[in-house]
């Protein structure tokens, strides 16, 4: 069952690609065997402690995947937003003439997430996570041709990349430390080794999950197509970096969990603050999903995985329903600026009405989902050592999330509607529906949840009270106040993403593209030298070779004409005839007694 739920959509991107026909029958089919799979594995293994797959690879170390009531629960979570974001994609790329390429490239994307959530060995996660970070690539920049786009995909996969080698040296310290790649036996490394390697991958996690200073790169790939988005800011992509965090929480000591919290605060605060300024629908979104992912991080550094976990599992279907209607709106409108949406919800009024209870529900309206997941994290927070430090993070994230949300909400409706044909508007409609559905019910299943994963959760009034009054106090702000009166002199920042002169790129993207043009500069002048010393040495070798030729051989190959030529005159002397014989005896005496002769007379 693990096998199907990764090679359904494996084998039908593959199948897509061969035939390059029937590309939306083969996504839809391949997701929904593997939505199918998930379920089956989540109704035999919630209760259960979980089985192990193993497969060959190096000497000692198999390849590992593992079903536990975590990766379980993971993989259904990925499964239905997948599967519901591909129903969405078939209305939304009906007009679009590379939909084979996209939907292999989304079902590569989809494959790859599902290897993470069950991988039980470090080997296999460095695999899957190297294939995630390809698949988003290729979305981002799915439209290549326009412009900007190629730019923003390699700036998302260059920030995570380079995020990613805090997994890399984190997983050979784990490894080492444990002497196997098994996630489960690494999680009781302790000491120096924990502390390391949990920084490590903090780093990690803060590349794929947009955590401050990080967090550009997400709104930037808003470039890609509205499903893309949906998808990477739900269930894949960035719940990436905070399922790594959730599946390591064990293992991480006091000091580790410390910092986390704290890059989780700043980052719900200095994001939150971004997407109330933004002028953009889908870039406020992507910033709104820094800060959610900053308020679960909140709550692994409280020492809480689990309401982390249900804020993820919360945000999953609210996050992906916002943008789904996003791409409704743009469709509409041929644009996502908040100015041209305005009046949007009139034009489409169930997708606004949808749309306006995903974002009720996120900023933590009871009785909708967001609510308790966001109440489990300010109970955590409460709750935490750390509580002075991490609870007006935390509640600072829940009134921005309520004054962002509801600044979106003004603006999409207060406006003049506009009529128009919305091709593939069912499709979309149909997997939206659902979604919006699942991100108001899902809180009913947060307590089961909980028992399933044999954990519970601080239970605080005081928690549900504040989170609702700063959810209340946000929704009201955002509605009541202009963006310039709330924000005042931070609304420059916050629309430059708080870029502080120059922000990442000034102090760590210029430097490295600095160091980079010197190192290549320094190569070609290594090059360049290498020729000059090259060209040097082949004058010399041709100057050798031309005397060689014309010098030495020159004076053998004459000596040896005249030894020959002279052998040949001395061969004629040899006739065989007496008389000629005994005349150049005479002579030859006659000589030599002449030499005799002056030597005498000079001695």
Same mark, same amino acid.
């Given at each position: 069952?693990?096998?199907?739920?990764?090679?359904?959509?494996?084998?039908?991107?593959?199948?897509?690609?061969?035939?390059?026909?029937?590309?939306?029958?083969? *996504?839809?089919?391949?997701?929904?065997?593997?939505?199918?799979?998930?379920?089956?594995?989540?109704?035999?293994?919630?209760?259960?402690?979980?089985?192990? !797959?193993?497969?060959?690879?190096?000497?000692?170390?198999?390849?590992?995947?593992? &079903?536990?009531?975590? &990766?379980?629960?993971?993989? %259904?979570?990925?499964?239905?937003?997948?599967?519901?974001?591909?129903?969405?994609?078939?209305?939304?790329?009906?007009?679009?003439?590379?939909?084979? @390429?996209?939907?292999?490239?989304?079902?590569?994307?989809?494959?790859?997430?599902?290897?993470?959530?069950?991988?039980?060995?470090?080997?296999?996660?460095?695999?899957?996570?190297?294939?995630?970070?390809?698949?988003?690539?290729?979305?981002?920049?799915?439209?290549?041709?326009?412009?900007?786009?190629?730019?923003?995909?390699?700036?998302?996969?260059?920030?995570?990349?380079?995020?990613?080698?805090?997994?890399?040296?984190?997983?050979?310290?784990?490894?080492?430390?444990?002497?196997?790649?098994?996630?489960?036996?690494?999680?009781? &490394?302790?000491?120096?080794?924990?502390?390391?390697?949990?920084?490590?991958?903090?780093?990690?996690?803060?590349?794929?999950?947009?955590?401050?200073?990080?967090?550009?790169?997400?709104?930037?790939?808003?470039?890609?197509?509205?499903?893309?988005?949906?998808?990477?800011?739900?269930?894949?992509?960035?719940?990436?970096?905070?399922?790594?965090?959730?599946?390591?929480?064990?293992?991480?000591?006091?000091?580790?969990?410390?910092?986390?919290?704290?890059?989780?605060?700043?980052?719900?605060?200095?994001?939150? !603050?971004?997407?109330?300024?933004?002028?953009?629908?889908?870039?406020?979104?992507?910033?709104?999903?820094?800060?959610?992912?900053?308020?679960?991080?909140?709550?692994?550094?409280?020492?809480?995985?689990?309401?982390?976990?249900?804020?993820?599992?919360?945000?999953?279907?609210?996050?992906?329903?916002?943008?789904?209607?996003?791409?409704?709106?743009?469709?509409?409108?041929?644009?996502?600026?908040?100015?041209?949406?305005?009046?949007?919800?009139?034009?489409?009024?169930?997708?606004?009405?949808?749309?306006?209870?995903?974002?009720?529900?996120?900023?933590?309206?009871?009785?909708?989902?967001?609510?308790?997941?966001?109440?489990?994290?300010?109970?955590?927070?409460?709750?935490?050592?750390?509580?002075?430090?991490? =609870?007006?993070?935390?509640?600072?994230?829940?009134?921005? =999330?309520?004054?962002?949300?509801?600044?979106?909400?003004?603006?999409?409706?207060?406006?003049?509607?506009?009529?128009?044909?919305?091709?593939?508007?069912?499709?979309?409609?149909?997997?939206?529906?659902?979604?919006? &559905?699942?991100?108001?019910?899902?809180?009913?299943?947060?307590?089961?949840?909980?028992?399933?994963?044999?954990?519970?959760?601080?239970?605080?009034?005081?928690?549900?009270?504040?989170? !609702?009054?700063?959810?209340?106090?946000?929704?009201?702000?955002?509605?009541? %106040?202009?963006?310039? @009166?709330?924000?005042?002199?931070?609304?420059?920042?916050?629309?430059?993403?708080?870029?502080?002169?120059?922000?990442?790129?000034?102090?760590?993207?210029?430097?490295?593209?600095?160091? *980079?043009?010197?190192?290549?500069?320094?190569?070609?002048?290594?090059?360049?030298?290498?020729?000059?010393?090259?060209?040097?040495?082949?004058?010399?070798?041709?100057?050798?070779?031309?005397?060689?030729?014309?010098?030495?051989?020159?004076?053998?190959?004459?000596?040896?004409?005249?030894?020959?030529?002279?052998?040949?005159?001395?061969?004629?002397?040899?006739?065989?005839?007496?008389?000629?014989?005994?005349?150049?005896?005479?002579?030859?005496?006659?000589?030599?007694? %002449?030499?005799?002769?002056?030597? !005498?007379?000079?001695?």
């Amino acid at each position: 069952m693990i096998l199907v739920t990764i090679l359904s959509p494996f084998g039908a991107m593959l199948m897509i690609l061969l035939l390059r026909r029937m590309p939306v029958t083969l *996504a839809l089919t391949g997701a929904t065997i593997g939505l199918a799979a998930s379920i089956g594995l989540l109704s035999t293994t919630f209760n259960t402690t979980g089985s192990e !797959l193993l497969l060959p690879c190096l000497p000692g170390m198999p390849l590992r995947l593992v &079903t536990t009531p975590l &990766t379980v629960l993971l993989s %259904v979570l990925v499964a239905s937003i997948s599967t519901l974001v591909v129903v969405y994609a078939i209305g939304y790329m009906q007009r679009d003439d590379e939909k084979a @390429r996209f939907f292999a490239t989304l079902l590569l994307f989809i494959s790859a997430m599902q290897t993470l959530v069950f991988a039980g060995d470090w080997i296999l996660l460095l695999a899957a996570w190297e294939l995630i970070g390809l698949s988003s690539y290729l979305l981002i920049g799915f439209w290549y041709q326009r412009p900007g786009v190629g730019s923003a995909a390699t700036r998302a996969f260059l920030y995570t990349r380079s995020a990613d080698l805090g997994l890399y040296i984190a997983a050979f310290v784990l490894i080492g430390s444990a002497d196997t790649s098994e996630i489960a036996a690494t999680l009781d &490394t302790d000491g120096n080794a924990a502390l390391a390697a949990g920084l490590l991958l903090l780093i990690a996690a803060m590349g794929k999950s947009a955590q401050t200073p990080l967090h550009d790169w997400l709104q930037r790939a808003m470039v890609g197509p509205t499903p893309v988005s949906a998808l990477l800011h739900s269930a894949t992509l960035v719940a990436a970096g905070a399922i790594l965090l959730i599946r390591v929480a064990p293992m991480l000591p006091p000091e580790a969990l410390q910092i986390i919290g704290i890059v989780g605060g700043i980052t719900t605060v200095i994001t939150g !603050l971004i997407a109330l300024g933004e002028r953009d629908l889908t870039r406020m979104l992507a910033a709104s999903t820094s800060s959610q992912y900053g308020l679960m991080l909140i709550a692994v550094g409280a020492g809480v995985p689990l309401a982390a976990l249900l804020h993820l599992i919360a945000h999953a279907a609210i996050k992906s329903s916002l943008f789904l209607g996003a791409g409704v709106f743009q469709h509409s409108r041929d644009s996502t600026t908040l100015a041209e949406l305005a009046g949007a919800g009139r034009d489409r009024p169930r997708i606004f009405i949808g749309f306006a209870l995903s974002a009720v529900a996120l900023a933590g309206i009871p009785p909708l989902s967001g609510f308790f997941s966001k109440d489990a994290v300010i109970a955590a927070a409460l709750a935490s050592p750390e509580a002075q430090l991490l =609870t007006p993070f935390a509640l600072a994230g829940t009134l921005l =999330t309520g004054a962002y949300m509801a600044r979106a909400l003004r603006i999409l409706w207060r406006g003049d509607a506009r009529q128009n044909h919305l091709a593939g508007l069912g499709w979309m409609g149909s997997g939206m529906a659902v979604l919006v &559905t699942l991100a108001v019910m899902l809180g009913a299943a947060f307590p089961d949840i909980a028992r399933g994963l044999h954990a519970t959760l601080p239970e605080s009034t005081l928690a549900q009270g504040l989170g !609702l009054g700063f959810a209340l106090s946000g929704l009201a702000v955002g509605w009541l %106040v202009p963006v310039p @009166r709330l924000l005042g002199p931070l609304l420059p920042l916050a629309r430059q993403g708080f870029a502080v002169a120059g922000g990442f790129d000034t102090w760590m993207i210029r430097p490295a593209r600095a160091i *980079a043009q010197g190192c290549e500069q320094l190569e070609r002048n290594l090059y360049n030298g290498v020729l000059a010393v090259g060209g040097y040495a082949l004058g010399i070798g041709r100057a050798v070779r031309h005397s060689d030729d014309r010098g030495i051989d020159g004076l053998v190959f004459a000596l040896a004409r005249a030894t020959v030529n002279l052998g040949h005159r001395a061969r004629a002397l040899q006739t065989g005839l007496i008389h000629r014989e005994m005349a150049i005896t005479v002579l030859a005496t006659a000589l030599i007694s %002449v030499v005799l002769l002056i030597a !005498l007379t000079v001695y």
